[in-house]
């Protein structure tokens, strides 16, 4: 397949100064990204993921022309990001986390309004994108509302939107649930996917929410220290350090340890129980079995954390 989205060799250095002394500075480099190579093929929904500094944000700042590498090549849809900026503005997505792209101080209808003019898209299409996003993302109630007023979780829906009314070839998402309440993930979630599957729009996610990832990506990289150390299904990273996920279980009154195949007890608060199984595995089976067994209140699946399943990789060998 073609690949829409190129890096090879990649390497992002950043000259840092260092006070030392009253009128001594120190100056020192730091390699954020360190010889990084992938493809991600047109359509491809990816999720790229590391520890907070890890230089997942370099990576994608260098995507979108917003940083030059220090070295290697990137090439998107074709173009070098960084000598035709404006150029790939025009074929790309962007959601930043906390940086919102819309106008704070006017309503949200009014900022989609100035993103049809500045990238030129034709009233009917724009009319056609905005009347989907709308209702996928449930925005109708919120057009007439200052971007300030706005939640984080609505914010959030808004930028999805913004980010797409122009038709883009490639959608960066950073965080995309961020602040979001488990219905409106779902709602996201299942909006991204219907557009993956109808627009052909290809995605790099990233994300500290594995449910994300699990949903939406049947491939996943991981970037640590700069290197990406693992390129693969999600399953796979998983085997690699031996990862577990946690399901809570809240009983009617206190009991021993519970006694469930494929799960090992690891805390126990009265009547709370915490049973670790393998992040890999499905929890239907594990739910099934205590609701059959025990008295059962209540219960809920805990995801590993992405440090959690980077750390585990090292220490298992992988990587």
């Known amino acids: 397949m073609e690949a829409l989205i190129r890096l090879d060799g990649v390497e992002k250095v950043f000259d840092v100064r260092k006070r030392t002394g009253l009128l001594r500075r120190e100056r020192r480099q730091v390699r954020a990204v360190d010889g990084i190579s992938f493809e991600v093929p047109r359509g491809e929904m990816v999720g790229y993921i590391g520890p907070n500094g890890a230089g997942k944000s370099t990576t994608i700042k260098m995507l979108t022309g917003i940083l030059t590498p220090s070295g290697g090549r990137v090439r998107v849809a074709g173009i070098d990001p960084a000598r035709e900026r404006t150029r790939l503005a025009h074929r790309i997505g962007v959601v930043f986390g906390q940086r919102t792209t819309l106008w704070w ?14 990238y030129r898209i034709p009233q009917a299409r724009y009319a056609a994108n905005l009347e989907r996003c709308v209702e996928l993302l449930e925005l109708e109630k ?29 959608l960066y998402l950073d965080e995309p649930t961020i602040g979001l309440d488990v219905v409106s993930k779902a709602k996201v979630r299942a909006f991204l996917r219907d557009m993956n599957a109808e627009s052909g729009t290809t995605v790099l996610l990233t994300t500290h929410d594995l449910q994300d990832i699990e949903q939406l990506c049947e491939r996943v990289m991981v970037i640590d ?17 031996g990862s577990e996920r946690t399901l809570v279980v809240d009983l009617e009154r206190g009991l021993p340890p519970l006694d469930v195949p494929g799960a090992r007890v690891v805390k126990v608060e009265g009547p709370r129980q915490w049973l670790a199984f393998p992040a890999e595995s499905s929890a239907a089976p594990l739910v099934a079995a205590v609701a059959a067994k025990y008295p059962l209140l209540d219960l809920s699946v805990r995801e590993p954390d992405i440090e959690d399943v980077i750390a585990r990789m ?4 992988g990587g």
Do not use: C, F, N, T
Request: charged letters at 20%.
């Open 142 to 170: 919120l057009l007439d509302v200052p971007v300030r007023q706005l939640s984080l979780g609505q914010r959030m829906r808004g930028d999805i939107a913004a980010a797409l009314l122009h038709d883009p070839e490639v």
């Open 225 to 241: 220290h700069g290197r990406l150390v693992y390129d693969g299904p999600l399953s796979g990273l998983h085997s690699a350090g």
């Open 314 to 317: 090292y220490a298992g060998g």
């Open 105 to 118: 101080d006017l309503p949200l209808k009014d900022s989609y309004a100035l993103m049809r003019r500045m």
